[in-house]
């Protein structure tokens, strides 16, 4: 493989992670999914487990104030396996973990994008638009999420929340200047200036 072209390589936190996936084979961005419980493993014989949650965070915003570990609850059987859901409710914001940590390459970036589908039919998107992060994160990826519909959300072990995309950072220089840049272009207005209609 050339050298051009990058490496993003991920960790997966526990064995019941789920890898980030493509949607399609062209897909811009990888899929990332909910992570809300895992099996602990005992050294016994015979072998034995306990199946422990996750962390989610929500903030309140009637309160102003963050609501650590809402209740993540058994919801049944998925195929053969058991799974756990969380609710996040209206007009709340959720950290979710993902269970995955990637090792973005030195020169990228990844950034977390809404999904399209969550983002029309339930209003479930990223909370701050776009999440950057950068090549010397090496935490978990968390999904900061907001719930900007009237209605509860649940959220199933595994779910497709939010996207994520490498991106190669451009190199420049950031350099003060004493002059104040003036028009360039036929644009004559500030924020807003063009307005919605086409002339």
């Known amino acids: 493989m050339s050298d051009t072209v990058p490496t993003l390589k991920y960790y997966r936190t526990h064995n019941n992670v789920i890898p980030p996936e493509e949607g399609t084979e062209e897909a811009a961005c ?8 895992y099996r602990k493993e005992f050294d016994t014989f015979p072998k034995s487990y306990e199946e422990c949650v996750r962390e989610v965070t929500l903030f309140c915003p ?9 209740k993540i609850q058994y919801s049944g059987y998925h195929g053969s396996c058991k799974t756990y859901s969380v609710t996040i409710p209206a007009h709340h914001r959720a950290i979710v973990p993902t269970g995955i940590v990637f090792d973005i390459p030195k020169g990228y970036s990844v950034r977390l994008h809404p999904r399209s589908g969550l983002s029309i039919k339930k209003a479930f998107i990223v909370a701050n638009c776009e999440g950057v992060i950068d090549s010397d994160y090496f935490h978990e990826i968390k999904a900061l999420m907001v719930n900007n519909s009237d209605e ?8 497709r929340i939010c996207q994520a995309e490498i991106t190669k950072c451009v190199e420049h220089i950031l350099e003060e200047t004493p002059n104040e840049p003036q028009q360039r272009t036929d644009r004559v207005g500030g924020l807003g200036s063009t307005g919605v209609k086409t002339s």
């Open 30 to 37: 990888y899929d990332l999914h909910s992570h809300l419980f």
């Open 62 to 70: 009637s309160n102003n104030s963050w609501v650590t570990k809402p």
């Open 152 to 159: 509860d959300i649940v959220i199933e072990h595994g779910d």
